[in-house]
């Protein structure tokens, strides 16, 4: 199977997936990084990790669409089977999503569908929740959103600042997203509706 990691930031996910990926946990192939801004650290640490990295610029294209029909052809052309979003802070059009439907997952640094969209740690921590936690789905056409594959709360501790929470979600994601996309890699994610059950 091969895989494609989309990631817009510093990568710390796309790097869990790859080295995942190279001790064997995940049986699949990372193919490649797509990134949408040049100078992403995703792009520097694919390639200390030696994967195929390829930047795609929006300011080549007119529209949002035709940006992510040239995304689909370029992943359609490497035979890719699963997209997996990682920090790609881009909105994908229903075109892109229903091309690789059911084919796509997200990680997101909340319990959703709380705090969809961005800084979602930073919101939670400003807004005095005791507790939040990091959420892998199945990407439908709207923002952090779609059938929930893997979802763990962290609880809050007084006195803890936003950075240390960050660490937490981070680790934590860290932990997830290579899990569910072994998951995936093995056939065991079963989509009902907006549930996912998690087969043996
Ligand atoms: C991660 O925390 C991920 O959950 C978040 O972007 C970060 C990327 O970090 N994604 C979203 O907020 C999606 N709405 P990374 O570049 O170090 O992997």
Known sequence: MNIAVLASGNGTNFEAIVKAAKRGYIRANIKLLITDKKDAYARTRAKKLGVQ???????????????DKSISSLLKREKINLVVLAGFMRILSPYFVRTFK????????ALLPAFRGERAIERAFGGGC?????TVHFVDESVDHGPIV???????KEGETLKELEAKVHKLEH??????IKLYVENRLKI???RVAIGC
Not at 53 to 67: A, C, Q, T, V
Not at 175 to 180: D, K, Q, S
């Open 175 to 180: 932990e997830l997203y290579p899990l569910a």
């Open 53 to 67: 990295d390829i930047f795609i610029n929006p300011k080549d294209f007119y529209s949002r669409l035709e940006f």
């Open 150 to 156: 893997l979802q763990e709360a962290i609880i809050i």
């Open 192 to 194: 009902k509706g907006r």
């Open 130 to 134: 005791k507790a939040t936690g990091v």
């Open 102 to 109: 059911n084919r796509i997952l997200n990680i997101h640094p």
